[in-house]
């Protein structure tokens, strides 16, 4: 299926974390949009890129700063819809004579409740049971709307939460309907975009359509190396590589050290059961683990494991005549937490393995088909590709492995305990009938051990703390609210058969303000 080149929605991104989240909303109704940075989205760019509407996202900045992310105020006369969404309400407010202040009082951060101030098109379907639930996380508030504008919707701290100039079609919220925890913020989109006129024709179906010919296209003749981690990401994107090229790629399955209970097994066989493509096992446990000796911190962790990916991927890819690229399973969380995903002015949450491109002395070319994507995404372009259901359903694994499940100095004897321990918590859940319902879960161990008494004796052994999570894309995320039952019988499992572990800790913090992993 292709693109109707006059049917698609610009995104200009001022660096907010869940950006990609507003693309995503959009791709379920089938809306085909791209992102840009404020840098680059020009008014000449946007004449050219030709949009039916725009939307303008949130961002990390002050817009009472005077350097702070503007547009070209000659967006606003282009006579199509503009929805502001956070740091994009108060652009529009700023660029359109309103007011937007700062300083304390200002800032709403988590759920809120919107309050109805009159009807509005794209809150059609909103308030018919009372006030609406939205998620919040601003600084600045707006203090007085510009001409043209009136109030729709207010909450406590937002009196106004939602602006609209109505005959103009631009539209302003300070909340943001692209999170999960705005439930009926997938309604506001479908509301925007039936009024801009969308006709809904972009699938699944079509991205991969897409990303197939953008492989051809970007590898040519010559041959990839795929860099297998053993989870879902990556599988996907060596089956999507395949079906764009063939016999051009060689997957390389890395065997860090790092990986949950036979693991290796499993993804092997995967591979040589259902695909006639090329794979290399390259097991490399000793060397990853040689080098995370006496390693702690995090980020130093994550460093090292990329950059012996690399040199693992370097190593076979030597050994491969006319390997000209390297390919990845990196998905758009691992990009956005790294760096903001189109340019904008984000900030860092963590690194990851997977992203900021490849060292000079690599003589291979990176090729990164899921990049647009989030984890659910993934998962449905699988099925589309005809990967094993319980594979693809499988929980997110993270590229450096259980070295991240374990803060602190890693050993191979607190590896050990831990694939123990996490292979005890999934069969729990399994048992219980709650693999499906739940995002990811995980085992951590913890760098500190504590008194026990197991058989009349001391023990002194580690600590472990048992996660589990729901989400939609990974961007936000709730724990799971298990049992007392399941959390009991599951702690007294992990105790009596995981030798090394004396007490078991439910971790119940939620994304924002903690990530999912540990590290």
Known sequence: MGINKNDRLLIIDFGSQVTQLIARRLRELNVYCEIHPYQKATYSFITKFSPKAIILSGGPDSVTRKESPRVDQEIFSLGIPILGICYGQQLMMHQLGGTVESGEGTAEFGRAFLSKNGDLDILNGWFENGSEQVWMSHGDHVSKVASGFSIFGSSPNAPFAVVADTKRHFYAVQFHPEVHHTP??????????????????????????????????????????????????????????HEAIGDQLTCIFVDHGLLRQDEANEVIKMFNNNYNIPL????????????????????????????????????????????????????????????????????????????????????????????????????????????????????????????????????????????????????????????????????AILPVRTVGVMGDARTYDYACTLRAVTSVDGMTADYYPFDHNFLGETSTRIINEVEGINRVTYDITSKPPGTIEWE
């Open 280 to 443: 290399i096992h390259a097991e490399e446990s000793e060397l990853f683990l040689g080098q995370l000796v006496g390693i702690s911190d995090p980020e130093e962790k994550r460093k090292i494991i990329g950059g012996l990916f690399i040199d693992v991927f370097q190593k076979y890819a030597n050994q491969i005549e006319g390997a000209e690229f390297l390919a990845q399973g990196t998905l758009y969380p691992d990009v956005i937490e790294s760096v903001s995903f189109s340019g904008g002015p984000s900030v860092t949450i963590k690194s990851h393995h997977n992203v900021g491109g490849l060292p000079e002395k690599m003589s291979l070319k990176l090729i990164e088909p899921l990049r647009e994507l989030f984890k659910d995404e993934v998962r449905e372009l699988g099925k589309e590709l005809g990967l094993p259901v319980d594979f693809i359903n499988r929980h997110p694994f993270p590229g450096p492995g259980l070295a991240i499940r374990c803060p602190g100095e890693i050993t191979f004897d607190k590896l050990e305990i831990l694939r123990r321990a996490d292979a005890i918590y999934i069969d729990q859940i399994r048992k219980y009938g709650l693999y499906d319902k739940i995002w990811q879960a995980f085992v």
């Open 184 to 241: 009926n913020g997938k309604l506001l989109y479908k509301n925007f975009v039936k009024l801009a006129g969308f006709s809904g024709d972009w699938t699944m179906d079509a991205y991969k359509a897409i990303a197939i010919e953008k492989i051809r296209n970007q590898v040519g003749q010559q041959k990839v190396i795929c860099g297998l981690s053993g989870g879902v990401d990556s599988s996907v994107a060596a089956v999507l590589i």
